[in-house]
Nanobody
Framework: QVQLVESGGGLVQPGGSLRVSCAASGSIVGVNAMGWYRQAPGKQRELVATITNSGSTNYADSVKGRFTISRDNAKNTVYLQMNSLKPADTAVYYC???????????WGQGTQVTVSS
């Protein structure tokens, strides 16, 4: 199994920046994807960004050009740098780890990101 520990959420003003981090531990396999999803009240959880072990990234259209996902494979840690934040970015952000060899999927506890003036 994999455990995910998130950090970095908080309150920020529109146009501001935050960086959230997620460290994975446990039964990590080399071929995997880590990423961030978010869920606003009353809405379904949606993809924000993902990154594979090889560095391939995928971003939601709504965050392209503003958010950057990165990872440190040695630390099994994924980061999401969020710039030019908008109120629409307000959500609980969940870290995700996916074993691409098998089918197992793990989630962090979620961290609240609130963008408000």
């Amino acid at each position: 199994q994999v455990q995910l520990v998130e950090s970095g959420g908080g309150l920020v003003q529109p146009g501001g920046s935050l960086r959230v981090s997620c460290a994975a531990s446990g039964s990590i396999v080399g071929v995997n994807a880590m990423g961030w999803y978010r869920q606003a009240p009353g809405k379904q959880r949606e993809l924000v960004a993902t990154i594979t072990n090889s560095g391939s990234t995928n971003y939601a259209d709504s965050v392209k050009g503003r958010f950057t996902i990165s990872r440190d494979n040695a630390k099994n840690t994924v980061y999401l740098q969020m710039n030019s934040l908008k109120p629409a970015d307000t959500a609980v952000y969940y870290c995700n780890y996916k074993n691409l060899i098998g089918t197992r999927n793990y989630w962090g506890q979620g961290t609240q990101v609130t963008v408000s003036s």
